[in-house]
């Protein structure tokens, strides 16, 4: 199973053609980032409704098995006490990395924590 963990600010404009997320996906952004939304078209001429992501920080694997008990699949994290939380489920080879790249960067409101498997 694989795992994917970002650091993630819904921009505007797309950084990266390949960083979006569904709007229906992603209802729990909708109060937050409402603004955001806009429309993708797709290469057969259908629009879907979504947000355009930056990544700021990325990391694979590095996770403690309890990791999988707490946290679901497809889920997001918006402030920084849930952010001191998820550090304690991350593999002790992982933390200052960790550390670095997310706690250090992480600022409540502008960007949040997106995690997939």
Same mark, same amino acid.
């Given at each position: ?5 970002s ?14 997320? @569904?709007? /229906? #996906? ?12 806009? !429309?993708?078209?797709? =290469? ?27 946290? @679901?699949? /497809? #889920? ?12 304690? !489920?991350?593999?002790? =080879? ?21 995690m997939?498997?």
């Amino acid at each position: 199973m694989g795992l994917d963990i970002s650091l993630i600010k819904i921009v505007k404009e797309p950084v990266d053609e390949l960083c979006w997320l @569904n709007s /229906d #996906e992603s209802q729990g952004l909708l109060t937050s980032y409402k603004e955001f939304l806009s !429309y993708r078209t797709h =290469e057969d001429g259908t629009k879907e409704q979504d947000y355009w992501y930056e990544e700021l920080s990325y990391q694979r694997k590095g996770v403690l098995k309890s990791f999988y008990d707490k946290y @679901n699949a /497809d #889920e997001f994290i918006f402030t920084q006490p849930e952010v001191l939380i998820l550090n304690q !489920y991350i593999h002790p =080879e992982y933390q200052q990395t960790f550390q670095i790249d997310f706690i250090g960067k992480f600022k409540e409101g502008v960007n949040f924590i997106m995690m997939g498997y």
